[in-house]
Each structure stands twice: as structure tokens, then as C-alpha cells.
T-cell receptor, first 115, second 111 residues
Framework: GAVVSQHPSRVICKSGTSVKIECRSL??????MFWYRQFPKQSLMLMAT?????????EQGVEKDKFLINHASLTLSTLTVTSAHPEDSSFYIC???????????FGSGTRLTVV | QKEVEQDPGPLSVPEGAIVSLNCTYS??????FMWYRQYSRKGPELLMY????GNKEDGRFTAQVDKSSKYISLFIRDSQPSDSATYLC???????????FGTGTRLTIIP
């Protein structure tokens, strides 16, 4: 089946630094990538939708300048958390619809801890 | 009101029991319905998807959709400890790629 490879799985960074999370679609082209944030014991919160070659669409309340999304190719989308602060600590997950498939494939997630 | 409502649990059942997980939704435009399983600190994995109303079976899992009552169900037969996870229901409308998820139900199967 379709696979979305997400890296890193875990990252610890100092407050004020930036962190980049990558999601690559393997064996299929992801024209769209969804980025979610998940707090402990809570559901997935959609942050933004990225489309290859165009600007990302952010959900209400999500800071565009804080969470930079780039979808430069059909197989790679990145989320950069800029000037990270402890409140940005969370589990970030990407997801892509596979063409002709009603279900969506998720990455394995990135646990970000800002200290 | 959330578009997809799901009892967060937690739900604990003995091994071998039949598990029933449920969601309700309010958006009449939803046509596609999915169930995902998420283990702790992992990304969700697709278990079942259905289009419109009806049943779908895959091994020990059965998904049901009743559009008249806007009710989504997942049944797990002969439950195993390895089924212990959080189960998320998701829905979307035709022509809209954005998925709407329930809050997830934490399930524990007791050996």
C-alpha cells in the first residue's frame, strides 16, 4: 500500500530555534498533503493543507509565519516550526490522499519537544 | 456542535469480546467514512473505509454506515490485546479532500 515517510520521528530543540519536519510519499504522487497537530489524548487538529506548487491553506487560528509549509515537489512536503517555544511541543502528523483511494495515508508522526 | 462526535471512552473489554465503536455526524454532505487505528505515539493507520450507507467486512472488522440516522459503527470480533489502541472515525464530502475526525475512542482489551 501507499506509504508516507515522515522524519524525524522525535526531535528536541531549544526555545527560539527552528525545526523542519519532512514528509515524503513513496510509490505515489502526493499533490496534496495535510498537516495535523495532536495533543496528548486528543484528536487530530488540522493545521494546514499544502498543494504542490502553490501556497498552503491554513486553518483558522494557525499562525502562517510560525508554521511554514512548503510543497515543492509531488513527493515532498515540509513543515518548519520557526522560533519554537515550549507551547509548540506536540505531535505533528502529515497525511496524503492516494489517488483513487478513498482513505488517506498518514506519516508515523514527529514528537517535538521544545525546551 | 462538532461535525463528527465520538465517545472518547476509555473503553475496556475482555479478550474475545465483541467491541462496538460508534460515531455520529451532522454534515449531510459526508459520503465517505473511514476508521483509523492509532497506537500510542504513532500515526493513524487506515482500517476500513466505506462509501455511503451499508456494511463492509474485513476479517474481524465490520464497518457500518447508516446515513438516515447519520451513524457510523465499527465492530471488532474476537478482540485481541493487540487491538488496544485509539480508534478514530473520519468522514468527508464528495469533492472535498478534507477529512473531519472524531475525538477518538481509547480501547483496551484485557487479557
Amino acid at each position: 500500500g501507499a506509504v508516507v515517510s515522515q522524519h524525524p520521528s522525535r526531535v528536541i530543540c531549544k526555545s527560539g530555534t527552528s525545526v523542519k519536519i519532512e514528509c515524503r510519499s513513496l510509490d505515489f504522487q502526493a499533490t496534496t498533503m495535510f498537516w495535523y497537530r495532536q495533543f496528548p489524548k486528543q484528536s487530530l487538529m488540522l493545521m494546514a493543507t499544502s498543494n504542490e506548487g502553490s501556497k498552503a491553506t491554513y486553518e483558522q487560528g494557525v499562525e502562517k509565519d510560525k508554521f511554514l509549509i512548503n510543497h515543492a515537489s509531488l513527493t515532498l512536503s515540509t513543515l518548519t516550526v520557526t522560533s519554537a517555544h515550549p507551547e509548540d511541543s506536540s505531535f505533528y502528523i502529515c497525511s496524503a490522499p492516494e489517488g483513487g483511494h478513498y482513505g488517506y495515508t498518514f506519516g508515523s508522526g514527529t514528537r517535538l519537544t521544545v525546551v | 456542535q462538532k461535525e463528527v462526535e465520538q465517545d472518547p471512552g476509555p473503553l475496556s473489554v475482555p479478550e474475545g469480546a465483541i467491541v462496538s465503536l460508534n460515531c455520529t455526524y451532522s454534515n449531510s454532505a459526508f459520503q465517505y467514512f473511514m476508521w483509523y487505528r492509532q497506537y500510542s505515539r504513532k500515526g493513524p493507520e487506515l482500517l476500513m473505509y466505506t462509501y455511503s450507507s451499508g456494511n463492509k467486512e474485513d476479517g474481524r472488522f465490520t464497518a457500518q454506515v447508516d446515513k438516515s440516522s447519520k451513524y457510523i459503527s465499527l465492530f471488532i470480533r474476537d478482540s485481541q490485546p493487540s487491538d488496544s489502541a485509539t480508534y478514530l472515525c473520519g468522514s468527508r464530502a464528495f469533492g472535498n479532500e478534507k477529512l473531519t475526525f472524531g475525538t477518538g475512542t481509547r480501547l483496551t482489551i484485557i487479557p
